[in-house]
């Protein structure tokens, strides 16, 4: 559903999983990735050999508590499980952070969906929530004047919060995309909380 929903709704050039970064290839080591010109990232950022998909879940998490926390009471996160009224088994992916699948030992990535929900004006109030929050902890905020329906901010630690919003409903999914890291940290990863906890 991540990709699904920023291919269909975003403006291309604020889909954070399509931005045109050269990649590389599996160093010597097996710790890191070196740059290579023929691939192409998923992701704004280098791979970050530390990074693990279960550390990459957790700061997901993190981020998106302290998003909640900064909105209105009634207002909810909840796993994205639907999108304008269709059912989706894939509001978490994960996958690998080139757009050619096939190479060797390429990096991953984290993709999840979050639904957000409880305000009886989304189209007027979702998005200047966003922003507001998102502004006052200090992420990049990246928006394009041709599709006013697209907010993406950028934490200090490289994870992506893309909200998309629906022209019609205002019905509004943040997807999450984690710094890249080595397949060799894939795994570990618990069950996502169906409702992000503000605490």
Known sequence: MAVFVLATVLAPALVSCAQSHRGGTESASGSGWTKMPELTYLN???????????????KTVEHLSETIRGLPAEWTL?????WQGEPSNHARMLDKCTFEKEVPHAPYGLWIDYHLDGSNDPLAEYLPALRSIW???????TEN????????????????LTAAQTPGTGETMITTTSPCF???????????????PRS
């Open 145 to 160: 004047v041709a599709n006013p329906r697209v907010l993406k901010a950028t934490t200090p630690d490289h994870f992506a």
């Open 44 to 58: 704004d950022f280098p791979v970050e050999p530390q990074m693990t998909e279960q550390i990459a879940q957790a």
């Open 135 to 141: 502004k006052s902890l200090g992420w990049t905020l």
């Open 78 to 82: 909840t796993i994205g499980d639907h």
């Open 182 to 196: 080595p397949e060799t940290n894939r795994g570990g990863a618990g069950p996502l909380p169906g409702s992000i």
